[in-house]
């Protein structure tokens, strides 16, 4: 099967282009949003080629993946096709409601392909489709999968370790306020994007916390395992795809009791809470006792490969594709 789709989410993509088909990825002179291409700090394989919108007219393709309701406009500009009616479509829906400006107060978001009946929507997770009011769009779910990096953890280093993109701008929504109590109890380091001003915007000791902005995922990962414990304080998103990959490496967890969190971390994995003190309390239990976080990661690592393996993941997208293609 020949399936279109833009790069919009390097990790979500890396996982799905291991697939059985041939991808195609838009690419443009500027690689911006319209045409990013294939990634660069991601392992892809052959079958996810660039092509540009000029030749996207001479390719068969079988199916669209839509992500953003941008997708829909490019199809037609540059395909002349109507998702949906021309062309099978899917509209993958990476995020929580209520992230986006215009999206509306939660709960009662109305997803921007509500209206119709003719492209159905795959949430990533089953909270995100039960927040969402999909209307009269047919809805699934399809959990993540995870390229698994390999059990890795060591905790050698007595830190704790955070993911977040842009936590300067985002503030609130992923937890950057919560940064210095934790900070507070334990040496923290900060891996993503977007981290210039993180230090100054929380009043941030740099000798209590490091950032590593951007890192290439795979060297990213072997720093993560040297930590002795993930702490995921995010108040409002879809479901980090980086907590699930501190899963598979083995980490223990500690993070907030909301969204999807709850479904994804079992009990034995770590400690979810809403009570930041909790939280923090059970910081200093992992730096302090690392067998404790040794077997909590393992605890993890067991429940991450039974529900967000690869293999499961390609499956359903599979089922769900060739639905659509019918």
Do not use: C
Not at 125 to 133: A, K, S
Not at 205 to 211: E, M
């Amino acid at each position: 099967m020949r399936v279109l789709l833009w790069h919009v989410h390097g990790s979500w993509t890396t996982a799905f282009v291991q697939g059985r088909h041939e991808y195609l990825l838009p690419v443009t002179p500027d690689r911006g949003p319209d045409g990013l291409g294939r990634a660069r700090t991601w392992d892809w394989p052959a079958s996810a080629r660039e092509v540009t919108p000029e030749a996207l007219r001479e390719e068969d393709v079988d199916v669209v993946v839509l992500q953003r309701t941008r997708d829909l406009e490019l199809v037609r500009e540059w395909m002349g096709r109507e998702p949906g009616r021309d062309l099978p479509a899917v509209f993958l829906e990476h995020n929580a409601p209520g992230l986006e400006p215009d999206d509306g107060p939660v709960p009662h978001t109305r997803h921007p392909l509500a209206d119709r009946s003719d492209i159905p929507v795959a949430h990533v997770t089953h909270f995100n489709r039960l927040f969402y009011d999909n209307g009269r769009a047919p809805t699934t779910v399809i959990e993540h999968g995870i390229v698994d990096p390999g059990e890795r953890w060591t905790g050698e280093l007595a830190r704790a370790a955070v993911v977040t993109n842009e936590p300067v701008r985002r503030g609130r929504t992923v937890g950057a306020d919560l940064l210095p109590g934790l900070a507070a109890v334990a040496p923290v380091d900060v891996f993503g994007m977007g981290l210039t001003g993180l230090h100054e915007r929380y009043g941030l000791d740099p000798a209590r916390v490091g950032l590593f902005d951007d890192p290439p995922q795979a060297a990213m990962h072997a720093e993560l395992a040297r930590r002795r414990v993930y702490v995921h304080p995010v108040r409002w998103t879809s479901l980090g795809l980086s907590l699930l990959e501190a899963m598979h490496l083995g980490m223990p967890v500690v993070g907030l009791a909301t969204t999807e969190a709850v479904e994804a971390v079992p009990r034995e994995a770590g400690v979810l809470s809403t009570d930041p003190e909790r939280l923090w309390s059970a910081v200093r239990t992992f730096l302090h006792d690392e067998d404790a976080a040794g077997l909590a990661g393992k605890a993890a690592r067991a429940a991450a490969l039974e529900r967000y393996g690869l293999q499961r993941f390609l499956t359903d997208w599979d089922r769900l594709l060739e639905e659509v293609r019918r």
